[in-house]
C-alpha cells in the first residue's frame, strides 16, 4: 500500500492527477528514469491514467516483396492518431468501459486502429493499420491496457493510487499530457489533464541540436564522448550499426512487407 491521502485542506475534488518530477530532464547518459504518477478518484471509481504526445504525421516507406528482396514502393502518410499513447489501468479497460468510451478515448489497439488515416487512400489496407501498431508498440510509443497495469498500486485512503513508470527510452523530448479518466458503471463520468515535459539538459542538449543541423559534428562527438567514457568498441559497433539502419534498413520479419523506416 502506497502512503496517500487526502491533503490538509480537507476532501480533495475528483479526479486529480500529478507527475513527480513534473519535468524530466534528460542528461547524455542518464539511462533509464521514473516517473510517479499520483491519482485520484471517487471511491466507487477506477481509474484509467493515459500519456500522450499530441498528434503528428508520420511517414514511412511503404515495402513490398519481389521475390526474396523486400522493395520500397511509395511514401504511407499516417494522420490521426497520437505520436506517443501510454494507457494504464488496474484492470483490463474493456472491464471498466463500453465500446464507445474505448473508441472515444483511444484506449485499446483497436480503436486506435480505426482512428488512423491513411494517405494515399490506395494504400490503405488492414495490413497497413496493423503494421503501423507494432511498429510503435515495438518502439514503446504505444502501450495499452487491455490487461490491466501491476505498476498501480492502491493507497493508504479510498481512490487515491500511484502509478510507477519506467519512461520510454526511446520517447522524444516534447510536451505530454498524463490524463486520468475516472470511470464508473462502464462510462468516463470525468477528467483531469495536466502537462509533463520531457527535457534535454547540458551536453544531451547540445548533441540534439547537432543531430538536426551538423549530423557528421554530431556523429563525431558521439563517438568520441563514449570512447572518453570508456564506451569503447561495444560502443561504436552499436552506434554504426543503428547509423546504418536508418539509412536502408530492411524490414523485421514483425512488420516486414508494410512499413517500413522513413
Not at 493515459?50 to 503528428?56: F, G, K, Q, S
Not at 472491464?95 to 489497439?109: F, M, P, V
Not at 483497436?110 to 489496407?125: G, I, K, N, T
Not at 519506467?166 to 522524444?172: D, K
Request: overall charge neutral; aromatic content about 8%.
Amino acid at each position: 500500500m502506497v502512503a496517500l491521502g487526502l491533503p490538509a485542506s480537507g476532501r480533495a475534488q475528483s479526479p486529480q492527477v500529478t507527475v513527480d518530477p513534473p519535468q524530466l530532464r534528460v542528461e547524455t547518459f542518464s539511462g533509464q528514469q521514473h516517473v510517479l504518477i499520483t491519482v485520484r478518484v471517487d471511491p466507487d471509481a477506477t481509474p484509467v491514467v493515459v500519456i500522450r504526445r499530441p498528434d503528428a504525421e508520420a511517414v514511412f516507406n511503404r515495402k513490398v516483396r519481389v521475390g526474396p528482396i523486400w522493395l520500397n514502393s511509395g511514401r504511407v502518410h499516417i494522420t490521426g492518431v497520437p505520436a506517443l499513447l501510454l494507457c494504464f489501468s488496474p484492470v483490463p479497460v474493456d472491464a471498466l468501459l463500453q465500446r464507445a468510451d474505448i473508441d472515444r478515448y483511444l484506449l485499446d489497439a483497436r480503436a486506435v486502429r480505426q482512428a488512423l488515416h491513411v494517405e494515399p487512400a490506395e494504400f490503405d489496407a488492414p495490413a497497413i493499420r496493423d503494421s503501423y501498431l507494432a511498429l510503435r508498440q515495438e518502439d514503446e510509443s504505444y502501450r495499452f491496457a487491455d490487461r490491466g497495469s501491476d505498476a498501480f498500486e492502491a493507497g493508504e485512503e479510498p481512490g487515491w493510487y500511484a502509478l510507477r513508470l519506467a519512461w520510454p527510452t526511446r520517447a522524444p523530448t516534447a510536451m505530454y499530457a498524463v490524463s486520468v479518466y475516472e470511470c464508473r458503471e462502464g462510462r468516463v463520468v470525468s477528467t483531469a489533464t495536466v502537462p509533463f515535459e520531457v527535457a534535454r539538459t547540458g551536453l544531451a542538449a547540445w548533441l540534439a541540436a547537432q543531430a538536426t543541423d551538423h549530423a557528421p559534428l554530431y556523429g563525431a562527438v558521439a563517438v568520441a564522448v563514449a570512447i572518453s567514457l570508456g564506451f569503447g568498441i561495444d560502443f561504436l559497433v552499436t552506434f554504426f550499426r543503428r547509423r546504418g539502419a536508418r539509412h536502408g534498413r530492411q524490414p523485421s520479419k514483425r512488420s516486414a512487407g508494410h512499413l517500413g523506416a522513413h
